[in-house]
Each structure stands twice: as structure tokens, then as C-alpha cells.
């Protein structure tokens, strides 16, 4: 009888274990997914004067198949002058990681020289 016991209490220690173990591996590879795999967007320095705008957007084309054609910056400044603006430019279709320069033209030297964005949102 005491062995029964002792095989019980042992197989239910091990399956807690296992579940336990299934856990952390499962929130462990999704808070790793949550940091390092969603899309990513990084300004860079600008070839084309103060209306450019120069961006690298990467994802992982293999898990999301997107193509990215349109670029929109949109400025919502209640407190402030102008107080809602919205600059947008079109290019041609990427699929995977890519890098653009662009002329956003007039709108984004707006954006920028905005005032009281403290309290804006872009």
C-alpha cells in the first residue's frame, strides 16, 4: 500500500513539474517574441534636405506577409498650432526589409516646427 502512495506522490510531482516547466517555456518564448519580433521602424539622416524623411522599416516577412506601400505621419496637437495635421507619401510595394529616403514636401517641416507639442501626439 505504502508503495502505491510513493508512486502516486512521485508521478504527481512530475507532472506538476512537466506542467510547470510547459509554462515557463511558453511565457518565456512569447515575452521573446514580444521584445525581439514585431516590426521596427528607425529614422535615419535624410540625403534630400530638411523635407526628407529617411526611415528603415524591417519584420519578419516569413511570419507576417505584408507588403508596405504608403507612409503616413499624422500630428494631433490639441494644445498647440496647428492643432491636427496629416503628411502622407506613396512608393512603390516592399515585401521585406527595406530602406527609404523620401521629399515629404511642406507638411513635414510643419510637423516639425509645430508649436507646444509637449503634450502632441504623432
Same mark, same amino acid.
Given at each position: 500500500?505504502?508503495?502505491? $502512495?510513493?508512486?502516486?506522490?512521485? /508521478? /504527481?510531482?512530475?507532472?506538476?513539474?512537466?506542467? *510547470?516547466?510547459?509554462? *515557463?517555456? +511558453?511565457? @518565456? &518564448?512569447?515575452?521573446? #517574441?514580444?521584445? =525581439?519580433?514585431?516590426?521596427?521602424? @528607425? $529614422?535615419?539622416?535624410? @540625403?534630400?534636405?530638411?523635407?526628407?524623411?529617411? *526611415?528603415? =522599416? /524591417?519584420?519578419?516577412?516569413?511570419? #507576417? #506577409?505584408?507588403?508596405?506601400?504608403?507612409?503616413r505621419i499624422r500630428l494631433f496637437n490639441p *494644445?498647440?498650432?496647428? +492643432?491636427?495635421?496629416?503628411? +502622407?507619401?506613396? =512608393?512603390?510595394?516592399?515585401?521585406?526589409? $527595406? &530602406?527609404?529616403?523620401?521629399?515629404?514636401?511642406?507638411?513635414?517641416?510643419?510637423?516639425? #516646427?509645430?508649436?507646444? @507639442?509637449?503634450?502632441?501626439?504623432?
Open positions: 500500500m505504502n508503495t502505491h $502512495f510513493l508512486a502516486l506522490a512521485v /508521478s /504527481s510531482i512530475l507532472v506538476l513539474g512537466l506542467l *510547470f516547466t510547459l509554462a *515557463f517555456t +511558453s511565457l @518565456t &518564448v512569447g515575452a521573446l #517574441e514580444w521584445l =525581439f519580433g514585431r516590426p521596427r521602424l @528607425t $529614422f535615419l539622416r535624410s @540625403t534630400l534636405g530638411e523635407n526628407g524623411l529617411a *526611415f528603415r =522599416f /524591417s519584420w519578419n516577412s516569413a511570419k #507576417e #506577409e505584408a507588403k508596405i506601400n504608403l507612409i *494644445f498647440g498650432v496647428p +492643432s491636427q495635421l496629416e503628411v +502622407s507619401k506613396e =512608393f512603390e510595394a516592399h515585401d521585406s526589409t $527595406f &530602406v527609404m529616403d523620401l521629399d515629404l514636401g511642406m507638411g513635414l517641416r510643419k510637423i516639425l #516646427e509645430s508649436c507646444n @507639442t509637449q503634450n502632441a501626439t504623432l
